[in-house]
Nanobody, 115 residues
Framework: QVQLVQSGGGLVQPGGPLRRSCLVSGSICRLYTMGWYRQAPGKQRELVATITGDSNTNYPDSMKGRFTISRDNAKNTVYLQMNSLKPEDTAVYYC?????????WGQGTQVTVSS
């Protein structure tokens, strides 16, 4: 059974950085395409970034520049580095693992950007 466990929630001031992590257990992390998504209150869940098993990355245009996804397959962990955070980045962030037609989601953690 594949399980994704995300690091805890975070509170950060505007302009600050924050890194999220997602540990994959129960399977071999490098087989999966991993992604980060977020959902703000009253909004649909949106894609932040994806990374393939061989570390090819993809970002929607709206996420380019401040977000960086990376992975350490030896540690079965995927990271999301967030820089220059803005209040509108406040959301619940989720990681997702995809293999063939199966998706597995992390539990989601709150990121709050506020002074």
């Amino acid at each position: 059974q594949v399980q994704l466990v995300q690091s805890g929630g975070g509170l950060v001031q505007p302009g600050g950085p924050l890194r999220r992590s997602c540990l994959v257990s129960g399977s071999i992390c490098r087989l999966y395409t991993m992604g980060w998504y977020r959902q703000a209150p009253g909004k649909q869940r949106e894609l932040v970034a994806t990374i393939t098993g061989d570390s090819n990355t993809n970002y929607p245009d709206s996420m380019k520049g401040r977000f960086t996804i990376s992975r350490d397959n030896a540690k079965n962990t995927v990271y999301l580095q967030m820089n220059s955070l803005k209040p509108e980045d406040t959301a619940v962030y989720y990681c997702k693992a995809t293999l063939l037609r199966s998706d597995y989601w992390g539990q989601g953690t709150q990121v709050t950007v506020s002074s």
